[in-house]
């Protein structure tokens, strides 16, 4: 199995930042895709940004120009870096995996527990 721990969420105030990790742990042979979801009380999970092993990124068009996301492969980490934040950003963040636990077994996808982001004055 594999366990995806997200961590950094809090209250901020608007224009204010946070950023945002998730760790992967147990049986990992590769981790293809990382990304962050998040979902806001009463609308649907929509995609905040992705990164591939290689590092190419996909943001979604709210986000774009204000989070950046990376990773560490060795650590099997994903950050997001949330700068400018506005209130329409509070949601609970979610972090996502494709992985393979063993080279000779099909990709999964892992959702992590996910992290409350409020961004209120």
């Known amino acids: 199995q594999v366990q995806l721990v997200e961590s950094g969420g809090g209250l901020v105030q608007p224009g204010g930042s946070l950023r945002l990790s998730c760790a992967a742990s147990?049986?990992?042979?590769?981790?293809?895709?990382m990304g962050w979801y998040r979902q806001a009380s009463g609308k649907q999970r929509e995609l905040v940004a992705a990164?591939?092993?290689?590092?190419?990124?996909t943001y979604g068009d709210s986000v774009k120009g204000r989070f950046t996301i990376s990773r560490d492969n060795a650590k099997n980490t994903v950050y997001l870096q949330m700068n400018s934040l506005k209130p329409d950003d509070t949601a609970v963040y979610y972090c996502?995996?494709?992985?393979?636990?063993?080279?000779?077994?099909?990709?999964?996808?892992?959702w992590g527990q996910g992290t409350q982001v409020t961004v209120s004055s």
């Open positions: 996502n995996a494709d992985a393979l636990r063993r080279s000779w077994d099909k990709q999964y996808n892992y």
């Open positions: 147990g049986t990992i042979f590769s981790i293809n895709r």
């Open positions: 990164i591939t092993s290689g590092g190419s990124t």
